[in-house]
C-alpha cells in the first residue's frame, strides 16, 4: 500500500504518541519550526493562516528541529511556552525533530521524498521549510524557508476546494 501522511505516527511535545491518521480528509501545512531564527517571525503568519482556514479543514502542524544554527535549543516546554507567550499560537506544535541525517523523523524522509526542493535535492537546508498536504495524504507542493506564510493562501485555498 502506498504511504502518505496518515500512514506515520509522531510524538506530540509531551512525547506522546500522535497517529497522523487522525488528519484525514484535512489539508495539513507541515512546518519545521525554530524559536531563534530569522523566520521565527513566521509563527505570526502561520497562526493567521491556521485562524483563517482552521474552520475549513485545515491544519498546520510545527516541527520543532534543532539542526540548524542550534536555533531551537530548548526543551519541548519551553518551545509551547515561547510559542504561545510570544506569537499567541494555536495550531499543534509536536516534539522536537531532525528532519535531516541518520537521525530523522520517519515523516520527514517521505516528505522530502514526496516532494524534493530545489534541483531535485531531498535535504531541508534551514528551519521553516513548508510542506502542504492534501486531504488525500499526498503532499501538493514543498516551500522554501523564505516563502511568507500569506504567499501560500491561494494553494490553501484550493487544496480546501
Avoid at 503568519?45 to 516541527?63: N, P, R, S, T
Avoid at 509536536?94 to 528532519?99: A, E, P, R, S
Avoid at 523564505?146 to 480546501?160: C, G, R, S
Amino acid at each position: 500500500m502506498e504511504q502518505t501522511f496518515q500512514s506515520f505516527t509522531v510524538k506530540d511535545s509531551a512525547g506522546r504518541d500522535i497517529n497522523l491518521e487522525k488528519y484525514k480528509g484535512q489539508v495539513v501545512l507541515v512546518v519545521n519550526v525554530a524559536s531563534k531564527c530569522g523566520f521565527t517571525p513566521q509563527y505570526s503568519g502561520l497562526e493567521e493562516l491556521y485562524a483563517k482556514f482552521k474552520d475549513q479543514g485545515f491544519v498546520i502542524l510545527g516541527f520543532p528541529c534543532n539542526q540548524f544554527g542550534a536555533q531551537e535549543p530548548g526543551t519541548n516546554d519551553e518551545i509551547q511556552q515561547f510559542c504561545s507567550l510570544n506569537y499567541g499560537v494555536q495550531f499543534p506544535v509536536m516534539g522536537k525533530v531532525d528532519v535531516n541525517g541518520k537521525d530523522e523523523a520517519p515523516v520527514f524522509k517521505w516528505l522530502k521524498e514526496s516532494a524534493p526542493g530545489f534541483m531535485g535535492t531531498e535535504f531541508i537546508k534551514w528551519n521553516f521549510t513548508k510542506f502542504l498536504i492534501g486531504k488525500d495524504g499526498k503532499v501538493l507542493k514543498r516551500y522554501a524557508p523564505k516563502d511568507e506564510p500569506k504567499d501560500l493562501i491561494k494553494d490553501i485555498q484550493k487544496a480546501l476546494a
